[in-house]
């Protein structure tokens, strides 16, 4: 569910608008240690153009070797392949710690099924995708937070998510660091800044700026597992309005900025005046960021990102990918031919 793998959807989707033909590959089980996890995708088109990835190279320099040969020119219906036979050949071919894949490759011939997947997720829909092995029929549905990979041999069943996104309550000097750093690791970001002075000396693009009220902002915006929303003004007129709602939501991340007797302050603020619960006040992340003794600006920043990061793999882990073990009379196996 990493917008590395919409992205790679994007452009099998323009590749294919331009005429050229494509093969998308998905890994759907690993032994060892693995460098791309289950749902990973990779798309390689017929003159050897690649976006996304599937291991720590050797794997891909196969696939476009055999898709450059024709190999797959007559393939109509997606198979499986794996790699890494043995630890030796593993370690040897860039699959470290005698790690395996396991793949389904598949020919893209309608792409139907990725225009709605890119809609539905744009607008913050999780979206499953079941396709079968046998004819390579595509069915799309609704899915919900939790749902796992799912391989049977015959069927494979992947999950595509909206893009994670990053809401800033303030746009003071801070925010911009943390916007800037957000962006880099590919966050959607928005700034909630009613104040027009605030606003007036950014530059960095790609910014979405919201000027309303920070608790009509955060309502306006429904929050969802995708989304953090980090309060930065020092007001507790418009921090706290956002909290209020941000803690209530389903939001994976809530933090605020603030001593650690400010944060109880605001906490108690929070309960008595607003009757916010418990188990909604224990959500906030404040102090906001890990304690790494950051003084400046940036420095804050990173930390403010790196328990963001934190928070959100976690999250996913504890989600992590379970498959059966398919029988070896399933799967083609190979030996990836690259250089030493």
Known sequence: MESLDLRVLADVLA?????HSVTLVTVVETWGSAPRPPGALLAVRDDGGVSGSVSGGC??????ARIRA???????????????VTKEEATRFGLPCGGTLRLVQEPVLDTGWIEEVLQ?????QLV????RLRDGAVHLRQAQRGEELAFDGSTLT?????????LLIGAGQLSQVVAQMAQTLDFEVLVCEPRQAYTAGWSLPGVIHLTGMPDDEVLAMQP??????VALTHDPKLDDMALLEALNSQAFYVGAMGSRSNQKARK???AEHFDLSETALARLHGPVGLSLGAKTPAEIAVSIIAELVQVKNKGMSDAMLSISAQTDAQTEWRTPVCAI
């Open 70 to 84: 024709g190999e797959y020119a007559n393939l109509k219906t997606p198979s499986m392949v794996a790699y890494g």
């Open 59 to 64: 794997v891909e320099d196969d696939l476009i």
């Open 268 to 270: 108690q603020r929070l």
């Open 224 to 229: 969802d597992a995708h989304t953090a929303i």
């Open 128 to 131: 499953a995708r079941t396709v």
């Open 158 to 166: 992947t999950f595509f998510g909206p893009r994670w996104r990053l």
């Open 15 to 19: 590749w294919k608008q331009s005429g």
């Open 120 to 124: 539905r997720t744009s607008a913050h």
